[in-house]
């Protein structure tokens, strides 16, 4: 046996794995797959294991092939700041090399299959849902990916505040996240992330603790308070 692990069965993006096929002179495994489409195609392992190959190339020629004819058709609407947004959310469902890929694709989110098979439709959803520039697109529920029911246009720095990443906080009954209480106690966000984190305060003392003050100014990064 030449290969460290049996892929037959497996199926990566469009590829089933087929058979194994041979390993280079690197060591270097290539397996046999097979499309959707019925093409075969031998795959080098590693391109599988990463995403990097997801069809023998059908996919990626047909979405040029559709983006074409919506070009030739929509020309004007391909510039505009929802073709920027769409690519931007194909990105980070489907193409591992996309910045922010692990947080979307990587876990399983993706886009609804009436979205990816027409701009259009997302053109025309985003249109009739509230769609105006400065807004930014938002999922109702983050353990669902981009689709009609599950989307919404909100304001950007309202987007911030219920990313997964924005630690919300318990305090005297009520909870919100950072950002909100930074706007409640009068804080600095900034300096409360540093004070619960880097500076790793309790939240009493935290969100009690005034910024210090010399010659009147408030210095907001100054977190040597006792």
Known sequence: MDYKEDLRGKKFGFLIVIDFAYKDKKYNEYWLCKCNCGTKKVVRKSHLIDGGTKSCGCYASSRISRM????????????????????????????????????????????????LDDYMNFYNWAMANGYKDGLSIERIDNNTGYEPANCKWIEKHLQSRHMISNKVIKYKGKTHCMAEWAEILGINYNTLQSRLGKYGWSIKKAFTTPPKKINSEVVENDFKAD
């Not at 030739?72 to 073709?83: M, N, V």
């Not at 769409?86 to 947080?103: A, E, F, H, Q, V």
Request: hydrophobic residues 25%; positive net charge; contains cysteine.
């Open 68 to 115: 074409n004819k919506i070009n030739a058709k929509y020309g004007g609407l391909t510039k505009h700041r929802l073709y920027t947004i769409y690519n931007g959310i194909i990105g980070r469902c489907l193409k591992p090399k996309t910045n922010g890929y692990s947080r979307y694709g990587g876990k399983g989110l993706s886009i609804c299959k009436e979205w």
